[in-house]
Structures are given as C-alpha cells and as structure tokens.
C-alpha cells in the first residue's frame, strides 16, 4: 500500500493546523469520495464504514443532495436569517417538524451550526421554559465540544482536563444500557437519581434530562427500555423536561428516523447535528411551539445557522428518505448487517465477544481472554484489526477502546456491506495468526 502522497500532506498538517482536531488512526487523506467508496491522495481505494462520523447518511455527493445544493448556488450561497429571511430554512424547518414524533402540528425549530450548539439550544431554553437551572446527563455522554457541549460530555477526560471551570448546574448520572438484566434495571437504574433527588439535587430544580438514547461514542450503547421508561416517568411526574439527543443516531441511523422511536417515549425536545445538513454544517434543535417561544432574539441565533444551502441540502436528503425506494434500501441493509455480524462473531468467537447498537448503527465488540480464562477488553486488538482494514481497503474506526465503529451509509450496496465485512474478517484472521506488526501501533492516536 503505497501512502507517500498522504503522509506528505499529514506532516504539512503538521505544521499548520492544532493536534486537537484530529483522532486519527491512519494516515489517509481524503481525496474524492462518492457514495459508499473513498480514494485517498495515493490513489488508495476505500469502502466507507464511519460515514464522516455519521454526518454524511447518504454517503458522499448523493446525486439528490449534489442537485439541490448546485440549485442553492444558482440563487445565492447565503444570507443570514438573522436579519432576513429565506425559503430554504422555511421548507426545512416545516420538514423537521412534521417529522416530530407523535406529531409536528405545534413543533418549531432553532438552526444552529452543529449538533454541538443544538445541546447548548437545549439548555438554553429548558432553563428558560421552566425557571430551573439543573440539568441531568449521563456518565459517558457526548455531547459536543462547545462549552456547553462539553460541560455535559462524560466520555473522555481529555474533553475536560485543563479547561475548567466548566458550565455549572449539570449533573451526571449512571446509563442503564440494554445488555443490563431486567430485574436489576428496574431495581437499580432510578437509584441515584432519587438518592440526589432526596439529598442534593431537588427535583424542582431540575430543568431537563439530556439523554442518548443510544450512548454513541461510549460504544454505541443502546438504554435499557425500562431505564428509559422509568426516566421519562420521572420526568413526567416532576415537571423536568425529557430532551433526545438525536445528533449522531437521528435521520435512520438506528433504523427509525430517530433513535428515541424505539422506545415509543414522546420528548419535549430533539437535538440534531451531523447528518441534518446532509453533510454540510447544520445544526438544530426543535421543541414544543411553548418551549421555543420563550427565548426573544439574539438569545440563541447565528450568522450561518441554518443557511440555506445546508438547508436545502438537507431537505433533499429528508425527502429522498421518505421514498419507498429507500426505505426498502434501509430495510434490505439492516438485514444484511445483522446477517454479517452474526457470521463475524460465530467464526471469531474467541475474539468478537458480542455487537452493540441498533440497525445501521453498530458496535463490534473484541476482547480477549486471560490465562484464568476471564474476557478483557482488547484494545491492541481492535486497533490492529482496523488498521489491517485500512490497508485492505476498508475505512473503519474504533470507539470506547475496543468497539469497531460500523456506520456505512445507509443506502450503501449490499454487495459493497459485504466486502466490506469480508475485509474485516480477513483483517480477525491476520491478527489472530499473528500477522500484524506491533509497528502500526505508531499511528494509534484515535478514541
């Protein structure tokens, strides 16, 4: 594999842009991308299964969204709606909110620029809606890199340390995931939660839950349905508000348009970044008319949020996914993935020890076992496995140290999934035959 070109540009990169915009696990520099394949400066060729982190659902340049965009730019690139207004983020707000589950009739949305932004949005007006100040997270949450953002993030110390002090009022609390056995869930998932609730933290306090309903860069963990249950019931009964953080799983990640569908709960608000610009840069966040009213501009507005070529961009994509064509696509490609992990795990079962996550969204797990016979986290491991995968063609990360990231486009071609799973089966063999040097743990500088 020949990578001279890419790590040419990686040690300008170097020189000229802060190592903290990069979790990188090899050098490969994107040069053109279409659909579900990626070529980078060398020429290398490469099946996509991180979709730019899940911003990109319809893979790169969808002739829907290339047509819509080239559209836009016949007629302007951007004008802020801070001062004007325009019928791209009209027609896309008018989307979203139609899509609101259990109905858009009284839904309005705020742009903003990221799914980052769009939690600082949900703080903003959950403390303004209710005249509380407390918020509750989850311990290994993501929530973004804004100050807000990050004050809610659990995940990674490295989100934290040197930075403080961070927002105040926010307050973290275990996620009951759904590999959890029942009867401990029901027992226990509340329990800390009532112990602040009795202690520390009063209930009338608290403005809004901000969970994940899939935890994504924890593993992509999904929450227990009784933990889910218990919680918006909490909610419920103590006047806090319920919001989804939808930023990674949202636009049929999971399979449904937003991951919190799986769980039949109805939330007072849904946040969303990445894929709402049909990857361009958008951001938003969308609630009940009541909710959003009570913020007066400039309380929460950008100059760029919600421009109208992300907006139109957007809508294209929101469109093209309402289609029976590609509903049929999601429906044969979740098939298919759960067909190819559950062959990876039976061939590799002393190596992948179970998958996480829901539809397009997933997780595969790789531990390794002791010489007492106990499973432990492989991190080596992992990171061999993705590396010989790159070197064979296959653009894969990992998450939480051992967790193959699997997040293809969702209308990725079926025969495309499948090379793609072949590639890393092959990658499994290699490093369980001792074939991958310790020499690529060099480039190792990812979650």
Not at 77 to 91: D, F, G, K, L, P
Not at 108 to 124: Q, R, T
Not at 268 to 278: E, F, H, M, R
Not at 366 to 393: C, H, M, Q
């Amino acid at each position: 594999m020949k990578t001279d070109k890419c790590n040419a540009w990686v040690e300008r990169d170097k020189k000229v842009i802060a190592k903290t915009q990069h979790l990188s696990y090899y050098p490969l520099v994107v040069a053109d991308a279409k659909d579900s394949i990626i070529h980078d400066e060398d020429g290398n060729e490469f099946i996509d299964f991180l979709s730019s982190a899940s911003s990109l659902n319809l893979g790169s340049r969808n002739e829907h969204v290339v047509k819509a965009i080239e559209e836009q730019l016949g007629k302007f690139t951007q004008y802020s709606i801070a001062y004007t207004y325009n019928a791209a983020s009209v027609e896309y707000a008018e989307r979203l909110a139609s899509s609101y589950p259990g109905g858009g009739d009284n839904i309005k949305v705020v742009f903003g620029n990221c799914g980052s932004d769009g939690n600082d949005a949900a703080v903003k007006f959950a403390r303004a809606f209710t005249g509380r100040s407390k918020i509750i997270t989850f311990i290994n949450g993501y929530h973004g890199n804004t100050y807000g953002a990050s004050s809610m993030t659990t995940v990674t110390t490295r989100m934290r340390k040197n930075m403080g002090p961070f927002l105040p009022e926010i307050y973290p609390f275990p996620f009951y995931d759904s590999g959890m056995d029942d009867a401990v869930c029901e027992a226990e998932c509340l329990k800390e939660i009532l112990r602040a609730f009795n202690t520390y933290l009063p209930a009338d306090d608290v403005a809004a839950v901000i969970i994940e309903p899939v935890q994504g860069d924890a593993g992509l963990i999904p929450a227990h349905p009784i933990f889910m249950k218990k919680l918006y019931e909490l909610c419920k009964e103590n006047g806090i508000l319920f919001i989804s953080e939808e930023v990674q799983q949202a636009f049929y990640r999971t399979g449904k348009m937003y991951g919190i569908e799986h769980y039949g709960i109805v939330p007072d608000g849904i946040i969303l970044g990445k894929s709402v610009g049909a990857g361009l840069t958008l951001g938003a966040f969308m609630a009940r008319a009541e909710i959003m009213d009570c913020l007066p501009a400039p309380a929460h507005l950008f100059t760029l949020g919600g421009n109208a070529i992300a907006c139109a961009a957007g809508s294209a994509a929101f469109d093209y996914m309402q289609t029976d064509e590609f509903q049929q696509i999601l429906k044969k490609n979740c098939e298919v993935m759960d067909e190819c992990i559950a062959k990876l795990q039976a061939k590799h079962s002393n190596l992948v020890s179970g998958d996480t996550g829901l539809g397009m969204s997933r997780g595969i797990v790789i531990e390794k076992t002791n010489a007492d016979g106990t499973k432990v986290a492989d991190t080596v491991g992992t990171y061999k496995i993705l590396y010989r995968s790159y070197e064979t063609g296959l653009l894969i990360i990992s998450l939480a140290g051992n967790v193959l990231r699997v997040q293809p486009p969702l209308n990725i071609e079926p025969e495309l999934l499948r090379k793609g799973f072949d590639i890393l089966d092959a990658a499994m063999t290699d490093y369980e035959e001792g074939k991958i040097s310790d020499d690529v743990l060099q480039y190792q500088n990812g979650w």
